[in-house]
């Protein structure tokens, strides 16, 4: 592993965990020439996953659109980047545990949504807004009433 402070190849390993809720695994390095230390995450690499869009064509699964849409929906939200990062990594796990090769990137948007809604109903109804492409007020009004159990209790 090259260090970032000075590009030199010659650093070690001084602790290793693994991380909560994902297949990574946290490792503090030292760098032998300069004597900094900085952090690494070591992921296990996954089958090549292709998402069918709506129109049938087909694209490489690319986790920066789901935090995109995430952030999106959560911006001006008091949810920390550590919550998101968790939900996106669990819709991730999700993904993946399927092993299939293929997914469409609707089951993708339903799988985002049931993990928003726990996170933040408020952020749920703006990403449901745009994929679910709300046509009229009453549609919005429909899936508002239907959370309103949700946010009366939380």
């Keep these: 592993m090259r260090c970032p402070y000075c590009s030199q190849d010659n650093t070690r390993v001084v602790d290793s965990r693994p991380v909560e809720d994902t297949n990574s695994i946290r490792r503090r390095r030292l760098c032998d020439s300069c004597g900094k230390r900085f952090t690494t995450y070591e992921k296990v690499e996954t089958i090549p996953l292709t998402v069918i869009k709506k129109d049938q064509n087909r694209e490489r699964y690319d986790r920066s659109k789901i935090q ?3 952030l999106r929906a959560c911006y001006k939200r008091p949810t920390s980047i550590e919550k998101i990062e968790e939900m996106i990594d669990a819709v991730e796990g999700e993904i993946f545990r399927a092993e299939d090769r293929e997914i469409s990137s609707s089951r993708i948007g339903e799988i985002v949504m049931v993990h928003l809604k726990s996170l933040d ?14 046509k009229d007020v009453g549609t919005f009004m429909d899936e508002l009433k239907k959370l309103m159990p949700q946010l009366e209790q939380g």
């Design 68 to 70: 995109d849409g995430v």
């Design 121 to 134: 109903p408020v952020a749920y109804v703006r990403f449901a807004s745009v994929y679910r492409e709300f």
